[in-house]
């Protein structure tokens, strides 16, 4: 093993999960590990949604990983400094699919921690797929997960299926740090807001999980153009600071 849990060569292990798909959890990833780089955090994204990846893309990572000198893989890393393992890397083209069942998807999350030359992290955050099944299971089970942060938007549907996801943690005996929701209202340029998912329902996710609410993100057009041009790391939000700042206060306490 090039890095294991016993090494403790990263100090934290973060899972982002959310029970439903679409409410913006590979972005929340993406932006919580660049608000960390910025704070001078050694920052690593393990991008466990194996069969949609999205997050090699996002920070413009591209090439096929190399072997590093303790033979382990070496992650590629981003512009701001932030090291990414994504299953996108080994795909001849970005666009091929990943035709596997839950047990190749389930090895290549353990080899994606295990294998990969991380070296010294403050944060592996580790983004999964939606819901509970056999990615999410594998990280919480085989990985040395320090926390989960759950992602929603304010849909009651995200809402409910989101429970389903902070009942599994629960079950599996994981802690978690808080919750994010995102797509929580829309700013215009002059001031206006306009909660156009529905109103918040971070105090309902409070209460549910018992964890803090660690931020409650904006909807911003321009991210996607960011986000689809692989510029994510260009991007500044007070919010996504903020963010950042809960997350690792709410860590120390935990700790
Ligand atoms: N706050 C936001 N403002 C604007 N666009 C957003 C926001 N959050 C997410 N998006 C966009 O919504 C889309 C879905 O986001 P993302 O891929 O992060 O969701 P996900 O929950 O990880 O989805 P999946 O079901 O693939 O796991 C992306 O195009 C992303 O750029």
Same mark, same amino acid.
């Given at each position: 093993?090039?890095?294991?849990? !016993?090494?403790?060569?990263?100090?934290?292990?973060?899972?982002?999960?959310?029970?439903?798909? +679409?409410? +913006?959890?590979?972005?929340?990833?993406?932006?919580?590990?660049?608000?960390? =780089?910025?704070?001078?955090?050694?920052? $690593?994204?393990?991008?466990?949604?194996?069969?949609?990846?999205?997050?090699?893309?996002?920070? +413009?990572?591209?090439?096929?990983?190399? /072997?590093?000198?303790? $033979?382990?893989?070496?992650?590629?890393?981003?512009?701001?400094?932030?090291?990414?393992?994504?299953?996108?890397? &080994?795909?001849?083209?970005?666009?091929?699919?990943?035709?596997? =069942?839950?047990?190749?998807?389930?090895? !290549?999350?353990?080899? &994606? @921690?295990?294998?990969?030359?991380?070296? *010294?992290?403050? @944060?592996? %955050?580790?983004?999964?797929?939606?819901?509970?099944?056999?990615?999410?299971?594998?990280?919480?089970?085989?990985?040395?997960?320090?926390?989960?942060?759950?992602?929603?938007?304010?849909?009651?549907? !995200?809402?409910?299926?989101?429970? /389903?996801?902070?009942?599994?943690?629960?079950?599996? /005996? $994981?802690?978690?740090?808080?919750?994010?929701?995102?797509?929580?209202?829309?700013?215009?340029?002059?001031? #206006?807001?306009? #909660?156009? &998912?529905?109103?918040?329902? $971070?105090?309902? %996710?409070?209460?549910?999980?018992?964890?803090?609410?660690? +931020?409650?993100?904006?909807?911003?057009?321009?991210?996607?153009?960011?986000?689809?041009?692989? =510029?994510?790391?260009?991007? @500044?939000?007070?919010? @996504?600071? *903020? %963010?950042?700042?809960? &997350?690792?206060?709410?860590? /120390?306490?935990?700790?």
């Amino acid at each position: 093993m090039a890095n294991s849990a !016993a090494d403790r060569k990263i100090k934290q292990v973060i899972a982002i999960m959310s029970g439903k798909g +679409g409410v +913006g959890k590979s972005l929340v990833t993406g932006l919580l590990a660049v608000s960390l =780089r910025r704070q001078g955090q050694r920052v $690593g994204v393990l991008d466990g949604d194996i069969t949609g990846p999205s997050i090699a893309r996002m920070f +413009g990572t591209k090439g096929q990983p190399t /072997k590093s000198p303790n $033979g382990g893989i070496e992650p590629l890393v981003s512009k701001g400094g932030i090291k990414i393992m994504s299953m996108n890397m &080994f795909l001849e083209r970005e666009s091929d699919p990943v035709v596997w =069942r839950g047990p190749m998807v389930s090895s !290549a999350i353990k080899q &994606f @921690y295990s294998d990969v030359d991380w070296g *010294e992290l403050d @944060y592996l %955050l580790v983004d999964l797929p939606p819901g509970t099944s056999d990615a999410p299971m594998t990280v919480m089970q085989a990985l040395p997960v320090d926390g989960v942060v759950i992602v929603s938007s304010p849909q009651m549907l !995200a809402t409910m299926i989101v429970m /389903k996801c902070i009942n599994m943690v629960r079950q599996l /005996k $994981g802690l978690i740090v808080g919750v994010v929701e995102n797509m929580a209202y829309f700013e215009t340029p002059n001031g #206006e807001r306009y #909660e156009i &998912f529905g109103p918040s329902n $971070g105090t309902e %996710l409070v209460s549910m999980t018992g964890a803090p609410l660690l +931020g409650h993100l904006p909807i911003d057009p321009s991210l996607t153009t960011l986000c689809d041009s692989g =510029r994510v790391e260009e991007y @500044y939000a007070e919010a @996504y600071e *903020e %963010l950042a700042g809960n &997350f690792v206060n709410t860590l /120390k306490i935990k700790r």
